[in-house]
Structure formats: structure tokens, C-alpha cells
T-cell receptor
Framework: AQKVTQAQTEISVVEKEDVTLDCVYE???????LFWYKQPPSGELVFLIR??????QNEISGRYSWNFQKSTSSFNFTITASQVVDSAVYFC??????????????FGEGTQLTVNP | DTGVSQDPRHKITKRGQNVTFRCDPI?????LYWYRQTLGQGPEFLTY????????KSRLLSDRFSAERPKGSFSTLEIQRTEQGDSAMYLC??????????FGEGSRLTVL
């Protein structure tokens, strides 16, 4: 069975600090996808990134960067120079290769990030 | 607005009543998903449609739950004889065949 663990329930930082959100996953599949979603107070899950299990290259998008390490089954997310608007719950998720289950996602329990001014 | 829309956004009902939620996906998306999210937890998969066919249902989806997508466009999720444990946010998402999921803002259900 697939499992995603986000050990950090809550993180609080001061604006402009860098912060890393941890994600560890378990799967028996050799091909899978990893995701990060942001859920602001409004409730809508906002897609941030999708990464294929064959692509271990780290990715940077503006202030966001992701570190995928297959050897440790981790897919960590770093926000550089955090801003108050980054305050939200962040979810890591895992899906097997789309097939009969579509793109069914298994989510972690989320990390509540609070960025204080 | 071309995103996923859900209606109603909030529903308060008494135990034992039936409720129905509607989801309108992004128009070109042929896959539609329902998830349930309780406070402090991540979303949990309920069911998934490809076009009008319901291809998978989670064990979380008891006999009191039924979902339809009659014409392969919008979908409804009905909960019969609601129980207090059904109180949650019900999230709808849509996607293309191999794309990421786009979520709506959810329908929050409170069962008194």
C-alpha cells in the first residue's frame, strides 16, 4: 500500500527565513508520481509540482525548490525567503502510474506553515 | 471562471437527511475525482470517473454514498441518511488522462 508521511505538523517562521517541508513516501511501484499541493485558508488545493519517479533532477521555480531523493524515498520542498502569503497547509502526495486508478492520489497529513511578519 | 466549481460550498443538515453535492469539472477534462477531507487530515480518495464510467470506488464509500456522472460532464455525490461522521469537506478534482489534478474549493458538510 502507498503511504505518505509528513512528520512536521506545524512550522512557524519569520518572514524572509528559508523553510523546508519534509515528505517521505512508501510505494511498491517502480513508476510513480510525486506532487506538492498548497491549501490556503480558502480551502482550494493549488497544484505546485509533479515529479516522475524516473526524474531525480532537482527543480527550482522562483522561491520554490524541490529535492527528490529516490534512495531515501523523500521529496522535500523548500521555500526561500518566505513571505506571509506562503502561510498555508502544504500537502505532499503520491500516485501510481495512471491506469485503472486514474491519477488517484495518496496524500500526507499536511504541514501547516505560518509565516509571521 | 474555467476552474473546477462545486455547489453548495456549505451545507448544514440534520442527521438522517439526504444531501447532494454537485461538481462541474474543467470542460476538457475527462477524469473526475471525489475526495473527502476531515479537519487536520489530508484528502482521502472516494471515487473516480473516466468520462461517464465510474472506474473505482474506495472502501470509504459506504452504501449510503452514491456518485454519478451521467453525461461525462458534471458529477453529483449523494449521501443518504447522513451521520455525524459524514461531516467533512468534500473535494472534487478533474484532470486530463495523464495530467495533474485540479481541485475545486470543496463543499463543507456539517451534520448536526
Amino acid at each position: 500500500a502507498q503511504k505518505v508521511t509528513q512528520a512536521q505538523t506545524e512550522i512557524s517562521v519569520v518572514e524572509k527565513e528559508d523553510v523546508t517541508l519534509d515528505c517521505v513516501y512508501e510505494t511498491r511501484d517502480t513508476t510513480y508520481y510525486l506532487f506538492w499541493y498548497k491549501q490556503p485558508p480558502s480551502g482550494e488545493l493549488v497544484f505546485l509540482i509533479r515529479r516522475n519517479s524516473f526524474d531525480e533532477q532537482n527543480e527550482i521555480s522562483g522561491r520554490y525548490s524541490w529535492n527528490f531523493q529516490k534512495s531515501t524515498s523523500s521529496f522535500n520542498f523548500t521555500i526561500t525567503a518566505s513571505q506571509v502569503v506562503d502561510s498555508a497547509v502544504y500537502f505532499c502526495a503520491l500516485s501510481e502510474t495512471p491506469g485503472t486508478s486514474g491519477s488517484r492520489l495518496t496524500f500526507g497529513e499536511g504541514t501547516q506553515l505560518t509565516v509571521n511578519p | 471562471d474555467t476552474g473546477v466549481s462545486q455547489d453548495p460550498r456549505h451545507k448544514i443538515t440534520k442527521r438522517g437527511q439526504n444531501v447532494t453535492f454537485r461538481c462541474d469539472p474543467i470542460s476538457e477534462h475527462n477524469r473526475l475525482y471525489w475526495y473527502r477531507q476531515t479537519l487536520g487530515q489530508g484528502p482521502e480518495f472516494l471515487t473516480y470517473f473516466q468520462n461517464e464510467a465510474q472506474l473505482e470506488k474506495s472502501r470509504l464509500l459506504s452504501d449510503r454514498f452514491s456518485a454519478e456522472r451521467p453525461k461525462g460532464s458534471f458529477s453529483t455525490l449523494e449521501i443518504q441518511r447522513t451521520e455525524q461522521g459524514d461531516s467533512a469537506m468534500y473535494l472534487c478534482a478533474s484532470s486530463l488522462l495523464t495530467g495533474e489534478l485540479f481541485f475545486g474549493e470543496g463543499s463543507r458538510l456539517t451534520v448536526l
